[in-house]
C-alpha cells in the first residue's frame, strides 16, 4: 500500500513552500497527512476488515 501512495511529490511541495520560506505552513500540512495517513492505514488493516479464509 505505502509502495502505491509515496511518490516525489512530497519533496515537491517542500521544496516549494521553501522558496517562498513558509515552511511552517509545510509542517503543519505534514503533521495533518500523516495523522490522516495513520488513520487510513489503521482502518484498512484492522482485524475486522481482513477476511478470513473459508474452509
Not at 505505502?2 to 522558496?19: E, M, P, T, Y
Request: proline share 5%; aromatic share 16%.
Amino acid at each position: 500500500m505505502l509502495k502505491n501512495v509515496a511518490s516525489r511529490d512530497f519533496s515537491a511541495a517542500l521544496l516549494g513552500f521553501a522558496l517562498f520560506d513558509q515552511l511552517y505552513w509545510f509542517l503543519i500540512f505534514a503533521a495533518a497527512g500523516a495523522l490522516l495517513f495513520a488513520g487510513a492505514m489503521g482502518w484498512i488493516i484492522r482485524p475486522s476488515a481482513v477476511s478470513s479464509p473459508r474452509p
